[in-house]
């Protein structure tokens, strides 16, 4: 009943999002929730715990004046997360009912410009009446695509991914998953397509049936395999040219802004509290990550090499 009640809670806020943002000018694709929920029988029940919401690139700005009209707060700013590898996500959060939304310029996995990737989405679309508002929800293709490449951003430790994932290879057709590939051609993303299905047995089976090579760039390995919360970040700051630029990311690792840190931890999400605590245990977190991170580094980029 709890699942249920939040679940109606969110497409609620959804809805009021999306018409919020529709009233600012901005147009939006609702990408997971409803959008996934379609897979699942009926009475049964998918829930989830924010709204993520795919906006044009050049939307940002909008979209976020009209979220905070809703109360909602900006976890991290641009300015807190200098020189980190740059998130494909927004993400918004109101503390009075603690509802969240993620604001998408792009997905994880996709290579193409932001604004490719919006103009593919907004070409496969469906409305769908939610809380009283049309809402655009992704095609049966462009819903599978997604399906995919939010399991290989999760790895298999995301139980809720798998088994949307698992769903979505028992009921979508092999011609619709043919369709995703397409669009994931088009959209650099079949490495990370394909890493996502190959999380499953019978994902790894439709890969090799669809031809998806099984090559795949580090970034793409490593969300993929579950690698530790570092890794990311080392390959980051082994890609980043100069020793200056690289100095500057180490001490802003080290000695975090708060949305930085917001970003990274749930705990320092938990109000004044938990960003003192989270903080207080920054350095132990750190030290508890480096060296299984740099080891999962270090079979990526081999096993890339």
């Known amino acids: 009943m709890r699942e249920v009640a939040r679940t109606l809670a969110l497409d609620l806020v959804a809805a009021d999002v999306v018409h919020a943002l529709r009233e600012a000018g901005v147009e939006s694709v609702l990408l997971r929730g409803p959008a996934v929920a379609r897979l699942y029988p009926p009475g049964t029940v998918r829930a989830y715990v924010d709204v993520d919401l795919l906006v044009p690139p050049g939307a940002l700005g909008p979209a976020g004046e009209a979220l905070l009209a809703l109360g909602f707060e900006r976890v991290a700013e641009d300015a807190e997360l200098r020189g980190h590898r740059p998130?494909?996500?927004h993400e918004w959060l109101r503390l009075g009912d603690g509802a969240a939304v993620d604001l998408h310029r792009t997905l994880s996995g996709v290579g193409a410009p932001p604004a490719e990737l919006w103009a593919a989405f907004a070409r496969h679309v469906e409305i769908v009446l939610l809380g009283g508002v049309d809402v655009q929800l992704p095609s049966p293709a462009a819903t599978a695509l997604g399906i995919a490449l939010h399991a290989a951003h999760h790895g298999p430790g995301r139980e809720?991914?798998?088994?949307d994932l698992a769903l979505a290879l028992e009921l979508v057709p092999e011609g619709t998953w043919r369709a995703a590939a397409d669009l994931a051609g088009g959209l650099?993303?079949?490495?990370?397509?394909?890493?996502?299905?190959s999380l499953l047995p019978a994902g790894a089976d439709l890969a090799e049936r669809l031809s998806i090579p099984s090559g795949m760039p580090v970034e793409v390995a490593l969300r993929a395999s579950g690698a530790p919360p570092l890794a990311l970040g080392l390959d980051w700051?082994?890609?980043t040219p100069g020793p200056r630029a690289k100095a500057g990311l180490v001490l802003r690792t080290l000695f975090p802004a708060p949305g930085a840190l917001r970003s990274w931890r749930a705990l320092a999400?938990?109000?004044?509290?938990g960003l003192v605590a989270a903080y207080a245990s920054h350095p132990f977190w750190l030290a508890r990550h480096a060296l299984p991170s740099a080891i999962a580094l270090f079979r990526a980029r081999r096993g890339g090499a």
Do not use: M, Y
């Not at 993303?189 to 996502?196: D, K, M, R």
């Not at 999400?269 to 509290?273: D, Q």
């Open 160 to 163: 809720r991914s798998l088994r």
């Open 269 to 273: 999400r938990r109000g004044r509290s």
């Open 237 to 239: 700051l082994l890609s």
């Open 87 to 89: 998130a494909h996500a």
């Open 188 to 197: 650099d993303a079949l490495p990370a397509f394909g890493a996502g299905l």
